[in-house]
């Protein structure tokens, strides 16, 4: 039983559970701060109190009471201190608490015929290391077999090849706090089918065609059972069977596209019964991957977010699903991002355990494309050591990634590191300290003192750089034998990369590699740099510091032919050297009767090919772009190859010398996003717009549209209120023949009200075609 402090006294309390049928009880304090003893009296009833009892903090029983409203089964180990520790199942998760600065001990035995197994730690709320050991003590933090310590998730496999490895004994795990953390360990050998609970998910990493197994209880069969799998490299497929385990050629449904994939499984889906799911992944490459399942049904179900960690979600149109995302104590800001594939979701946030709605939010974000929610203690509706919940919502059909994250004190130690998935991009904001410029996107003689391969003055300032706030990512590597890419796209300002394999913060004085040129960065690490990881599965740790206040996204990959995403509307750089391609997809939504293609290249000649039912090549394709410079496609539906949404474009971009370049990919839903600087090329039909946006980060800058006619007649409206401004509704306006230069002074009220909120600032922007 969950019952709240107060009313009684807690022997009371405790008797009435027990005379109702309770066989423990949790008393949530009605106070915040730490649980407290409780005193027990003398027993004034003529019955003993059997049950235990024990008290909890008041955010942990708002969490447990957001757990009890879905519909997912909530289980609870009571543990005195003093016993032993608790015994680690093949494949069965457990989830548990450490207090800071304390360990907390599990067990795990394996059998005589194992000759690999996997121990795991993932933290809900807070950062936990993990030790292990087979020499008969405990581990601790001086002693161990065993450990890993990465914020976040860890885990380690034990292997026959592994000194001090045994078969048929017994492994002690240790969970250290590094900060108070709730937690789920598992263990599990190679052979075991993991049980998933719902809700909650689980990383794992698979080589190239093995399979992993899993079972998912189903207890109640009224309720749709959705599965989702998220990769953070490779291309997993799922398999679903209630019969047994699934292969290929076996299985009662599949979801096997490239990416992410989700199975929603109907009750009147036949074979669909209440019983144990079998869920086997495998896939062609080596393979890192979140798997996640929940169910569907009236009511709702909170499924849990993991800190830094990116979670596919697919959204029908009108379609909610709901997500809880628990902070400690003494967080300072939270994060919560979600990136459209294609489509348009809705975000909104709750801190005081109902379900989020349009009309019920602390927080929330409904603009075109991406949606980004931050939480400071400055605004109304913040919390620390609670549960924020998190209710999506699509627009339209919606194929997303949410992710969050948090951070405690001032500490960089403390912030949480960000997965990037493989091929996927992933906003971000940083801020600096630094006395930022006013800049002009024209080269003027203010920047001759500028070294202009390198952003910063002549004179170095490493101790002013450091300042600067840092985003941190970590991206898995699961092949040694290829280059990683890591690409930022400056939206405004000027972001660099630092990164490492072993240094899990890089810094500007601590890093093996780095890109600091002004503006977008790109880092290549060749697979043949002796500083490239020597293990079969590692990690590059990524920092992307603010050098001026800026906006940006991220996007790291690694695949003999890459193929990266394009999202609605939002810019992204890369750099070929000659006779190189690099690939893209693009999904146009359902609904769309347009979508547009554009390369801009700062230097060299990148062209543009695309198909739909294959990559793209010179030779073979659906359409091409073969200019000298910039290249743009535009695909309507009165063209005879136009294919009715939902459809994924496949772009190929071929470099003939050596280019860095930015393309865009965009449909009539969305507003195209426009970097700091970097000119966009476009065109309109005669009384038709183009919509776009822009934002702005630096209340001491003017903002100045600039719109170059190639040909026609355009002219430009701008406004931060109206989402699409038009001749009738706009704040701003220029509209002379030819060339329009719109100029938007820091000291406007219109600016100075944008910038001053505590939401990023955000200019919408459009371009009219007075001829075509």
Known sequence: ALIDRGGCIFMQKVFNAQAKGAVGVLVANNADGPPERMGMPANPFEEEVLIPAVMISKADGAALRTLLRSSSAVELVMQQ?????????????????????????????????????TISVTPEVGDSDLYVSNDGLPPTQTHFGWRSRMYGEDAVTISRPDQGFCHGCTYHVGVYGYTAASFSVLASTRDAAVLLQLGMPLTEHLSADQWSYFTVQVEDASKALR??????????????????????????????????DTLVIQPIAPGFRAGTFFVGVTAFSNTTYTLTASLVGEKQVVSVLVAGRPQFVSLSEGEWQYFRFAVGPNATRVKLNASPIFGDPDLYVTTDGSLPSAE????????????????????????????????????????MTLSATVE???????TTVHVLADGMPTEGLVQASLKKQKKKSVLTDNIKNYDHRHRR???????????????????????????????????????????????????????????????????????????????????LHIGVLGASESRFSVVASQREETRLVLLDGMPQHAALGGGEWQ?????LSGGATSTRFAITPSFGDPDLYLSTDREPTREEHTWASSNVGADVLLVTRDDPLWTPPPVTYRLGVY??????????????STQTLLEDGVPNRGSVRAGEYEYYKVYVDDNATDLELIVTPLSGDPDVFASHVVARPNASHHEFAA??????????????????????????????????????
Do not use: K
């Open 457 to 539: 003055h002549h004179t170095p300032a490493p101790t002013i750089l450091q300042m600067g706030e840092i985003e941190y990512y970590r991206f898995f590597i699961d092949r040694t034998d290829m280059a990683v890419n890591v690409t930022v796209t400056a939206y405004s300002g000027d972001p660099d990369i630092y990164a490492s394999f072993t240094q899990e913060r890089p810094t500007v004085a601590d890093h093996t590699f780095s890109s600091t040129a002004f503006g977008g960065d790109s880092l290549s690490i060749s697979h043949f740099d002796e500083r490239f990881c020597a293990a079969a599965s590692c990690s």
């Open 655 to 668: 470099a003939w010398s050596s280019s860095n370049y930015t393309i865009v990919a965009s449909s009539g």
């Open 583 to 587: 690939y893209y997809t693009f999904t």
């Open 408 to 414: 405690y004190g001032n500490s960089a130690d403390s």
């Open 227 to 260: 599965i989702t799998v998220t990769p953070l490299t490779g291309d997993p497929d799922l398999y679903v069977s209630t019969t047994g385990r699934p292969t290929r050629a076996d299985h009662q449904w599949a979801a096997t596209s490239w990416g992410a």
């Open 735 to 772: 509209n002379a023949f030819g060339r329009d230069v719109l100029t938007v002074e820091h000291s406007s009220v219109a600016l100075r009200t944008c910038t001053a909120g505590e939401r990023r600032c955000v200019f919408y922007v459009s371009v009219f075609g007075a001829d075509e």
């Open 81 to 117: 201190p003093g016993d032993r520790p608790l015994q680690l199942l093949d494949g069965v998760p457990q989830e548990s608490h450490v207090e800071e600065a304390q360990m907390l001990f599990f067990t795990f035995h394996l059998n005589d015929d194992v000759d690999q197994f």
């Open 360 to 399: 019920n939010s602390a927080f929330a974000s409904d603009s075109l494309g991406v949606e980004l929610v931050e939480a400071t203690p400055s605004l109304a509706g913040f919390c620390a050591d609670c549960v924020y919940t998190i209710g999506l919502t699509g627009w339209t059909p919606t194929n």
